[in-house]
């Protein structure tokens, strides 16, 4: 048994413990260094900006669906173009934008019968992308006023759902009123988000 005495160590609470609170200890600043790295808040409001303009993004195509509602969908292209993250913003707005662009236009233009609707706001919405002056596209989405014109473009189309729907109870309580409800939800959480962080 001499060979294999280091296995009948008998198990001792207190390093056990310890342990644990060392593991605890290393995970909090493990945590707390990632969020330094991470930017802190504002990957927060990265990752909520990231979900506001995928949700934009999915009441469009909702609305697209059999799912049709009777809110102004046309006001989540500006949303989307406020609220896309930075990297795919830049990525639509150079090159592969402008292309996508000159294709749509020329589609709608020279063969306007094999241009189907549902593709209007996409193709709206790649248009503004590949145009937009550098004043809206810099200037005006990395201040202030784009989360303002996110929020005010949000709460019209909560108000217009609710409106629509007959009421705060049925918006909830109709069939594809839950689903826009998450997605409307989603959409006003980053805008109220970013301006209470800018005022604070």
Not at 33 to 55: D, E, N, P, Q, V
Not at 97 to 111: C, H, M, Y
């Amino acid at each position: 048994m001499g060979k294999f005495a280091y296995l009948a160590v008998e198990p001792n609470a207190d390093l056990i413990d310890s342990d644990l609170r060392e593991v605890a200890g290393a995970a909090k600043k493990l945590f707390n260094h990632a969020f330094i790295l991470a930017g802190g808040i504002s990957f927060g409001t990265t990752f909520l900006k990231s979900i506001a303009s995928f949700a934009a993004i999915y009441l469009l195509i909702l609305d697209r669906t059999n799912w049709r509602t009777n809110i102004s969908t046309f006001l989540l292209v500006p949303y989307i173009f406020f609220s896309l993250p930075t990297l795919l913003f830049s990525f639509l707005r150079g090159e592969l934008g402008k292309w996508l662009a000159l294709v749509a236009v020329l589609v709608r233009l020279f063969f306007p019968k094999h241009f189907p609707d549902w593709l209007e706001m996409p193709a709206s919405l790649i248009l503004l992308l590949a145009v937009a002056p550098d004043l809206l596209a810099h200037s005006i989405r990395d201040s202030i006023l784009g989360p303002c014109i996110c929020f005010f473009v949000a709460c019209f189309l909560v108000q217009e759902h609710i409106r629509a729907s007959g009421g705060f109870m049925n918006s909830f309580t109709k069939s594809h009123g839950l689903s826009n409800c998450i997605g409307l939800v989603l959409i006003l959480i980053y805008p109220t988000w970013s301006m209470i962080l800018y005022f604070i």
